[in-house]
Every structure is written in structure tokens, then in C-alpha cells.
């Protein structure tokens, strides 16, 4: 399988896919992104990822140049090429690179008429074995430091590239930020708690992202007749919880066992987060014994998970 990718309406050689060097995204970090997961070949809330495209580019003041039925069909046509059976689609787009000889040399200003710069490029989704799922994570937590726009998926992302390194050089799996005692989220996830039965997320403000999962989970827990409050978490609060879940589109929920090497909850992956995972997977016909730990279909115990 050859890899393709799409850049400014051509389908390229990933290999062979260049932006120019002005481009504002490149020198600025000028531009949003999205990234659409599919599971078992279908996509996954596509609709809410476009729609959260759409808001950003506003935000952020550029145009998006395609409809919504325009970016289906493109994303349709690119994914064509793959067989992946879990993969992301990933979305970048910049302001664009200067056109004119008098616009070059970096100015901080941008000129109105500039075009955007997109590429889509797609790559496998590996979800973490469910074994360790079941076992949990470890987490560490940094002060927040980004930038006071963290509600736009920007592609301004060095301090989450250095908050997750910092996770991975104390061999944990996430750093979560904190932002005057109060749980903002992951370097690239949100974060729930479960405490005496009540689901708790961080409200959203501009130091969290509105993630599609974290949407999604909110109405799954309300579905299933779990209460659910956005507010203020501390990390009182979250060293406290009886369970605690990260969320992200490429591995939907991602149960906590440890913060700075505290024990959270029972140290490993709780009911609510086993439950929800295990409908997660049954809404996409998965083997979904999850939670039960035993299956006629698969035999779990022996031979772990299969999808089918
Ligand atoms: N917060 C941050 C900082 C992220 O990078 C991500 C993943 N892009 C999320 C939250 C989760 O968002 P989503 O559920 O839309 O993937």
C-alpha cells in the first residue's frame, strides 16, 4: 500500500508532500487542525470534528474554503487509498505562505487574501491492548504554561510536546496540567473523575479543549443514567477519586492508575471506565466482554481481545 496523502487538492506521495517554507503555519504556528478517527473502517463523529474545524478556523480568522460535503468527499477519496481497519485522518490548516514579492520576509501580520495551506495525511491507529488498559496508567502533573487559547485546536503545541516528554522521561503515560491547583487537562486528552458514583470534568474554558470524545463521553454517562458535573477539579480532588479516565479520539478512554506515583482509586481501571469502554467498543460491534473480564465469542481469558 502506497502512502498518499492530500496537499492543496492534489494527492501526493506522502514522501513527496511539501508545504513552502513561508508558510505561515511553519513560522507561526498559524493554523488549527483536526484529526478524525475511524474505528473498524468508519468514522467517528466525523460530523462534530468538522464542525469543530469550522469554529476554529473562524476563530483563528481563516477561511475555510471548503463545505462540509466537500471535506467528506476529499476525506472519502483519501482514505480509499488505505486498508486500515483503525486509522486517524489527520487536518492541517495554515493561513497560508505569502503570494507577493512585497509580503515576504516575516511580517507578523497577515495579509487578507491569503490562501490556506491544507494536507491530510492518514495514519494507522494501534489501540493500547487491553490488558493494560485494564491495569491503567501513571500520570504526572506540570503547571500550565500554554498560551490562554487552548480552547482552539491550534497547532501551537511545543509546551504539550514538552509536557508529554516530560511524561515519557518519568515513564509515565500523560502529564496533566495544573493551572493554580485546578486540573486543566492532558497534554493531548481530557480528564474525568469519578468520586462516590458522580462522574467530574473540568468545565470547559480557554485552557481546555472542547474534545469530541470528552462530548461524547458526557452524553454516553448521561445515557446510561450517571450524573455528570463540569467544574473545578483539584488536585486534591483527583488524588482523591475513585476512578480517574483521560479521553482522546485515537484511544477513546484511557484509564488512570497513578499521579506522581500516588495510587488512584484501586490502582487500576474502575467499573465506570471499564463500562464505558467496553460500550465504546459495542457500538462498534467489537467484542465487548470488557468489563465481564469473560466471553462465549472470543475467549478473552486465553487469548485476549479480537475484533470481529
Ligand atoms: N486536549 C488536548 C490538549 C488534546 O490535544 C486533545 C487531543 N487532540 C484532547 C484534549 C482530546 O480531544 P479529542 O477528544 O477531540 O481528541
Known amino acids: 500500500m502506497s502512502r498518499i496523502s492530500y496537499v492543496n487538492g492534489k494527492y501526493c506521495e506522502h514522501n513527496n508532500s511539501y508545504v513552502h517554507i513561508e508558510d505561515r503555519g511553519y513560522q507561526f504556528a498559524d493554523g488549527v487542525y483536526e484529526l478524525i478517527p475511524f474505528f473498524q473502517d468508519k468514522a467517528f463523529l466525523l460530523d462534530k470534528h468538522l464542525l469543530r474545524l469550522n469554529k476554529n478556523l473562524s476563530e483563528m480568522k481563516i477561511e475555510n474554503i471548503y463545505s462540509n460535503d466537500e471535506w467528506r468527499s476529499y476525506i472519502n477519496k483519501l482514505t480509499s487509498y488505505y486498508d486500515y481497519t483503525n486509522f486517524y485522518v489527520y487536518i492541517q490548516v495554515s493561513r497560508g505562505a505569502p503570494k507577493h514579492e ?3 520576509l516575516r511580517q507578523h501580520h497577515y495579509y487578507n487574501e491569503m490562501e490556506p495551506t491544507i494536507f491530510m495525511y ?11 488498559i485494564r491495569k491503567g496508567f501513571s500520570c504526572v502533573t506540570l503547571d500550565d504554561l500554554r498560551w490562554g487559547m487552548c ?7 511545543a509546551y504539550n510536546a514538552l509536557a508529554k516528554n516530560y511524561a515519557k522521561e518519568r515513564e509515565a503515560f500523560e502529564t496533566v496540567f495544573v493551572k493554580k491547583g485546578i486540573i486543566t487537562e492532558g497534554s493531548s486528552s481530557n480528564i474525568f473523575i469519578v468520586k462516590d458514583n458522580v462522574f467530574y470534568t473540568p468545565q470547559l474554558n480557554n485552557y481546555v479543549l472542547p474534545g469530541i470524545t470528552r462530548g461524547y463521553v458526557i452524553e454516553e454517562i448521561k445515557t446510561l443514567d450517571y450524573q455528570i458535573q463540569e467544574i473545578d477539579i483539584s488536585i486534591d480532588m483527583l488524588e482523591k477519586a475513585d476512578e480517574a479516565f483521560l479521553t482522546n479520539s485515537t484511544q477513546f478512554l484511557v484509564p488512570i492508575s497513578s499521579l506522581n506515583k500516588k495510587i488512584i482509586g484501586s490502582g487500576q481501571a474502575g467499573k ?10 459495542k457500538s462498534f460491534n467489537w467484542c465487548y466482554n470488557f468489563f465481564y473480564n469473560n466471553c462465549d465469542c472470543c475467549n478473552w481469558k486465553n487469548n485476549g481481545w479480537k475484533s470481529f
Not at 151 to 157: E, F, R, Y
Not at 272 to 281: A, D, G, P, T, V
Open 272 to 281: 465506570y471506565s471499564c463500562e464505558l469502554y467496553e460500550k465504546f467498543k
Open 102 to 104: 512585497e509580503e515576504v
Open 151 to 157: 480552547n482552539i485546536k491550534s497547532i501551537s503545541l
Open 122 to 132: 492518514v495514519s494507522e491507529i494501534n489501540l493500547l491492548p487491553e490488558d493494560k
